[in-house]
């Protein structure tokens, strides 16, 4: 993700599918989204070997057939520096250059105070990682001298985007915003060069984490992710999953809906209304999890006046 960019962004999560009419509903859903330029696609991942191979089957179609930058997920979850190293390595043979650095959770039946992590204990960690192995593979590159065609000049290797996650409304075992803060000033000094925003449901939240961030000496940039929740069921899950509060306003709302398709253009109106608080507040891009869908995350950009708008470099 280099090069100057048309300021705001879009960009988008998804997850690899579990099945065969989950992969043909996604690779629908992968053709809609990639059209509309977006700054990069995420793609979500547990350290498995189906679900590896899986995420480096999405990600190579998004780098090969839309042409789109992918930005692969990784987490420190049961892993050895070996094996994270290789599995870096596989990610970055794809064709990846942008990842999601994630200290992960626990997996089924295991708990926080089980032994789950392996060599990686941090996020901060993990980024150092995925710096040293790129760093290992691609020292260096030869580029021409203009003027001077037979003429050739080393440069640095190809420098990798590495992406950690934020809590604007705090981690679930943090102790304090300050503590929230320093992990992220933590990951940004292992190298970390951009920020994404885990759940939240009002602008303020996220404005009120930024300006503390920032004058805490976070410099790289934070997007917000946000997500169209367009079902009761869906809400509550959600926030059994992220730790988050329960949204008032949308629950009211949510539960006032008499059928399933006004439910979802509730979700989407509040996404929607979130969305361009954020970015009258100042955010320079949205980062939407989609939940492998497509037109409810087109909606939101569309109703929030990104839709049409390209996220690639200028």
């Known amino acids: 993700m280099t090069g100057e960019r048309v300021f705001p962004t879009f960009s988008f999560e998804l997850y690899p599918p579990r099945s065969p009419a989950a992969e043909v509903s996604l690779f629908e859903s992968i053709d809609r989204l990639s059209a509309a330029n977006p700054e990069f696609i995420s793609v979500t991942y547990r350290p498995t070997s189906p679900d590896r191979a899986a995420s480096l089957s999405v990600l190579g179609k998004l780098i090969r057939?839309?042409?789109?930058?992918?930005?692969?997920?990784?987490?420190?979850?049961?892993?050895?520096?070996?094996?994270?190293?290789?599995?870096?390595?596989?990610?970055?043979?794809?064709?990846?250059?942008?990842?999601?650095?994630?200290?992960?959770?626990?997996p089924d039946g295991q708990s926080e105070g089980d032994d789950f992590l392996g060599d990686l204990a941090s996020a901060a960690e993990l980024v150092q990682l995925i710096h040293r192995v790129q760093a290992e593979r691609s020292q260096f590159t030869f580029e021409e001298v203009p003027g001077f065609p037979a003429a050739k000049r080393l440069r640095s290797g190809e420098k990798v985007t590495i992406a950690v996650a934020a809590f604007p409304n705090g981690h679930p075992r943090s102790r304090s915003r300050a503590q929230d803060i320093d992990t992220l000033l933590a990951k940004q000094a292992a190298g970390a060069n951009l920020a994404i925003t885990q759940l939240f449901f009002?602008?303020?939240?996220?404005?009120?984490?930024?300006?503390?961030?920032?004058?805490?000496?976070?410099?790289?940039?934070?997007?917000?992710?946000?997500?169209?929740?367009?079902?009761?069921?869906?809400?509550?899950?959600?926030?059994?999953?992220?730790?988050?509060?329960?949204?008032?306003?949308?629950?009211?709302?949510?539960?006032?809906?008499?059928?399933?398709?006004?439910?979802?253009?509730?979700?989407?109106?509040?996404?929607?209304?979130?969305?361009?608080?954020?970015?009258?507040?100042?955010?320079?891009?949205?980062?939407?999890?989609?939940?492998?869908?497509?037109?409810?995350?087109?909606?939101?950009?569309?109703?929030?006046?990104?839709?049409g708008m390209s996220s690639q470099p200028a």
């Open 65 to 106: 057939e839309h042409r789109v930058h992918a930005m692969a997920h990784l987490t420190c979850v049961g892993s050895s520096y070996a094996e994270a190293s290789q599995v870096i390595r596989e990610f970055l043979d794809e064709g990846v250059t942008s990842f999601l650095a994630l200290r992960g959770d626990p």
């Open 202 to 307: 009002e602008a303020d939240e996220y404005l009120t984490f930024v300006n503390e961030a920032r004058s805490a000496g976070v410099t790289m940039r934070i997007l917000p992710g946000i997500m169209p929740v367009m079902s009761l069921a869906r809400l509550r899950r959600t926030l059994e999953l992220s730790g988050e509060s329960m949204p008032r306003k949308l629950l009211a709302a949510l539960e006032a809906a008499p059928d399933s398709e006004t439910a979802a253009q509730v979700g989407i109106d509040a996404c929607t209304g979130l969305a361009k608080d954020l970015l009258a507040g100042g955010a320079d891009g949205i980062h939407l999890y989609t939940f492998n869908r497509s037109d409810a995350p087109l909606a939101v950009l569309r109703g929030a006046g990104l839709l």
